[in-house]
C-alpha cells in the first residue's frame, strides 16, 4: 500500500508499505477515503514534537470503509463507511468512563499525560496514521463511528477532529451569554472555535493572527472581528482597550508551540528549543483575559515546559482549561449541528491533492500558499 513516510523536520514522501495486519481481536483494518493535514501534524513536520521518529506515517484526521474486523468486534461490519476520531480509546478505563477519550488510560504505553493518537510520534503512542491507503484502527468497537448515509464524507473527515476540537475549545471556555471571547490562532480550530463560539451566547468573537488571507477567511466563515497583530503595538494593551481595560471574559489558544509574534519565546522555543515552543499566543491569552476569567488550552505544547507567567493566572485568579478533544462525547450533538445546516465544516477547505503528491501538499500548507486553509488527501484507492 502507499502510505506516508516521514525522513526528518520538512522531508516527507509517499512510498510502498507493507499492508496492515489485524494484531488484536479488537482492530479493524480501514480502506481510507478521505484524509487530511491537521496545524498540528506541522509541529511534527517542523521537528517540534518529542520522539517523532523517522518512517513515521502521520495523519489523524481520517475516514474510511472497514476491510476487516477481529473476531471480538461486534459494532462494524465490513463494508461500513466510518469516521474515525482522532483519539485512540479503550472505552473501559476510568477516564473513557468518564467521557475523557483523549485521556485513555490503556491505549499509549509510552506516556501517562495522554491517550493514543493516531499518527503522532511515540509519545502518543507511536500508532501509524491515516495518511496512507489503509490503517489499522485499534479498539474498533469505540471509536469508529458509521457515516451517515445523507452526510457528504468532506463534512465527515473534519468531524475527526476539527470540529470536536474547535467545539471543544469553545466550550472549555464556559462562555457565557453577553461574554467577549478571544481566540488566538486563525488556523482551521481558531476559526472552527470562533463559529462555534457563536452557540453559546456570546456579544464579541475576536480573531487574533497575523496572516491576512487567514483573517480574511475566518471573518467570513465565522462572523467574527479579526486583527492583524503585526498591525498592533502591543495585542494585549489592544484587548484590554478594547474591553473597557477590563479583559476578555475568554481567551482560546489555538495556537500552542509554534506562535509568533515574540522575539524571546520563538528564540528559546523555537530555534534553540529550550522549552517546549514559543508560548507566545499562552502568553497573550494569559495577559489578556479579565480577572477571574477563563484560558481555554487546544494548541498543542510538549514536554517538558514553557515560560508563561503563572504568577499572573494566580494573582488574575484565572481559571485555565485544557485537554485533547473527546471526540466521541461530541460526535452526536455536532453530527446533528452538521445535518441541521448550523456548522458547515467542508466549507474549511481549499485544497484536495492526490496522497501521492504529500511533499508538496506540506509545502504548500506548511508555507502558507495558495490561500490555504485545510487540505484534504485523496487516496487512489478510494472508490
Known amino acids: 500500500m502507499l502510505a506516508m513516510n516521514y525522513r526528518g523536520p520538512y522531508r516527507v514522501r509517499t512510498e510502498q508499505r507493507p499492508m496492515p ?3 488484536h481481536p479488537e482492530d479493524a483494518i480501514v480502506r481510507v ?10 509541529h511534527l513536520y517542523h521537528g517540534m514534537v518529542p520522539d517523532t521518529r523517522v518512517g513515521s506515517t502521520f495523519g489523524h484526521e481520517f475516514t474510511g470503509i472497514v476491510e476487516e474486523v477481529g473476531p471480538m468486534v461486534q459494532n462494524l461490519k465490513v463494508g461500513d463507511h466510518v469516521l474515525v476520531p482522532f483519539n485512540i480509546a479503550c472505552g473501559k478505563c476510568n477516564f473513557c468512563k468518564q467521557g475523557l477519550y483523549g485521556n485513555c488510560h490503556e491505549s499509549n504505553p509510552m506516556a501517562t499525560a495522554v491517550g493514543g493518537i493516531f499518527g503522532y510520534s511515540h509519545t502518543a503512542g507511536g500508532f501509524d496514521g491515516g495518511q496512507a491507503e489503509y490503517v489499522r484502527v485499534p479498539y474498533a468497537d469505540v471509536g469508529p463511528t458509521v457515516i451517515p448515509p445523507d452526510m457528504d464524507p468532506d463534512d465527515a473527515v473534519l468531524l475527526t477532529d476539527v470540529v470536536p476540537t474547535g467545539y471543544q475549545a469553545a466550550e472549555m471556555g464556559g462562555i ?17 472555535a470562533a463559529r462555534c ?3 453559546f451566547g456570546p456579544s464579541r468573537v475576536i480573531v487574533i ?10 471573518k467570513n466563515y465565522a462572523k467574527c472581528e479579526v486583527y492583524n497583530f503585526k498591525s498592533l503595538e502591543d495585542p494585549v494593551l489592544f484587548l484590554k482597550k478594547t474591553t473597557d481595560w477590563y479583559g476578555a471574559d475568554v481567551c482560546i489558544d489555538c495556537v500552542g508551540c509554534e506562535a509568533e509574534g515574540n522575539a524571546l519565546q520563538t528564540f528559546t522555543g523555537r530555534k534553540a528549543l529550550l522549552q517546549a515552543g514559543a508560548g507566545t499566543a499562552l502568553q497573550w491569552a494569559i495577559n489578556s483575559v479579565k480577572k477571574g476569567g477563563i484560558v481555554s488550552i487546544v494548541g498543542v505544547y510538549g514536554p517538558p515546559f514553557n515560560l508563561i507567567p503563572i ?30 445546516g448550523r456548522l458547515n465544516p467542508k466549507g474549511l477547505i481549499t485544497h484536495r491533492i492526490p496522497l501521492e503528491e504529500i511533499s508538496e501538499a506540506y509545502n504548500i500548507f506548511s508555507s502558507k500558499l495558495d490561500n490555504c486553509i485545510k487540505t484534504v488527501l485523496i487516496p487512489s484507492t478510494k472508490a
Open 21 to 23: 495486519e489485524i494484531l
Open 209 to 218: 493572527d497575523h496572516v491576512d488571507y487567514r483573517l480574511e477567511f475566518a
Open 197 to 199: 463560539a457563536w452557540f
Open 311 to 340: 504568577g499572573n493566572v494566580v494573582n488574575k485568579g484565572i481559571t485555565i482549561r485544557a485537554n485533547q478533544a473527546s471526540v466521541k462525547r461530541l460526535l452526536p450533538k455536532l453530527i446533528d449541528h452538521v445535518q441541521s
Open 33 to 42: 477515503t478521505r484524509t487530511c493535514i491537521c496545524g498540528s501534524d506541522l
Open 176 to 192: 457565557k451569554e453577553g461574554d467577549t471571547v478571544v481566540i488566538f490562532g486563525a488556523g482551521p480550530i481558531g476559526i472552527m
